[in-house]
């Protein structure tokens, strides 16, 4: 397996940019700064997920010793990778929104953007929870604690 202390690292990265995304989305949406404060926080995240989905991914990362420790897992395993082009193409369409957002938004407009990000939070934090679990159960190792 990768490195325990670096596949702790990464997933202390993710938690992160997840914790500056849930602050900034508890910011005031009638600020003229909130679309900006999202979207320097979505941006951080989807900065943190690609490298997370580039270790991961490449040859002899942690889903490609998954699949050899653990080939009963493979249906997971391969929701877990599925995850990673989901969330990607989710956080970068929320990218797109927040760059077009007009100045003067409405309390409809504000509500959906916020509601698309909290499901971009969630899908982030499931993904998390999956891969953890799929590391318990091929290695018995938990990565969610120090130590």
Request: charged residues 20%; negative net charge.
């Given at each position: 397996m990768n490195d325990l202390g670096e596949i702790r690292e990464r997933r202390a990265a993710l938690v992160g940019t997840c914790s500056a995304l849930e602050a900034a989305l508890s910011s005031p949406v009638a600020s003229a700064r909130w679309p900006e404060?999202?979207?320097?926080?979505?941006?951080?995240?989807?900065?943190?997920?690609?490298?997370?989905v580039t270790e991961t991914e490449?040859?002899?990362g942690t889903i490609e010793q998954l699949r050899e420790r653990a080939p009963r897992l493979s249906d997971r395993i391969d929701r877990l990778s599925e995850q990673h082009v989901t969330i990607a193409a989710d956080a970068g369409r929320l990218m797109d929104r927040l760059e077009h957002v007009p100045?003067?938004?409405?309390?409809?407009?504000?509500?959906?953007i916020r509601e698309q990000a909290l499901e971009l939070l969630t899908a982030v934090v499931r993904h998390r929870q999956l891969g953890a679990d799929l590391l318990y159960e091929a290695y018995d190792v938990d990565v969610g604690s120090p130590g």
């Open positions: 404060g999202l979207g320097n926080a979505v941006s951080a995240l989807l900065a943190t997920f690609g490298e997370h490449s040859p002899g100045s003067e938004r409405s309390d409809d407009e504000n509500a959906a």
